[in-house]
């Protein structure tokens, strides 16, 4: 098949997945969200990075990463020089979860349950895209690339599998970075991110 062909083919694929997530109830978080935020990027991308959930923002935009930390994650790839139509950025959770506390929002971390409901999407994003890697951004992208729990800080510049062999970059989530309070704390966190990116990027291969 063309390239061109097979881009086309997988586009379509992505956009009839995104259209079959919208109507998703494998799980209850549908029930209070505003809608399902499916991955986007590049058809043919060659990195997929893999977030916790939709965020306030997200949830309300319909669109993954679109947030403060999505803001600093953008500058940091550009920084890292990786070219944003390789790479496609999706949740492990598709709808956003939280605790109402007045008129805000609270994020609240999906359970064991909900990542594994959700895992279904992640899979069928994967399989679509047949990335060179994924990049699990934190505990819960890793638990659902990688199948288990696994010690994020301990493991993380390593590679490991996903359930469909793709390999797995492990990483912090970029939300992370904009909750350290020191300020020269955050920036050495922030070179650290960008230490992470620069070795992603050399894990592309086309
Ligand atoms: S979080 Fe995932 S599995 Fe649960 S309803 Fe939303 S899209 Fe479906």
Request: glycine letters at 8%; one cysteine or more; aromatic letters at 6%.
């Amino acid at each position: 098949m063309a390239v061109d062909t097979a881009e086309k083919t997988v586009a379509a694929s992505l956009d009839a997945l995104r259209e079959d997530a919208a109507g998703c109830t494998r799980c209850d978080l549908y029930r209070n969200a505003t809608q399902t935020v499916f991955g986007e990027g590049g058809s043919n991308a060659r990195v997929v990075f893999v977030g916790e959930q939709p965020g306030d923002k997200e949830d309300i935009e319909g669109r993954p990463f679109v947030g403060p930390a999505g803001r600093l994650f953008d500058a940091i790839l550009e920084e890292a020089g990786i070219d944003r139509k390789k790479t496609y950025v999706t949740n492990a959770v598709k709808h956003f979860k939280f605790e109402p506390r007045g008129k805000r929002r609270i994020h609240s971390k999906p359970n064991a349950g909900e990542i594994r409901a959700c895992r279904w999407w992640l899979d069928q994003e994967l399989t679509q895209i047949q990335p060179d890697v994924a990049v699990a951004l934190g505990a819960t992208a890793a638990r659902a690339l990688i199948g288990k729990a696994v010690p994020v800080m301990k493991l993380r510049g390593t590679v490991a599998e996903s359930l469909e062999g793709v390999p797995v970059f492990i990483t912090v989530h970029p939300s992370s970075l904009l909750r350290i309070p020191d300020e020269m704390d955050r920036h050495r966190a922030r070179e650290l991110f960008a230490a992470d990116m620069r070795r992603v990027k050399k894990m592309m291969r086309g």
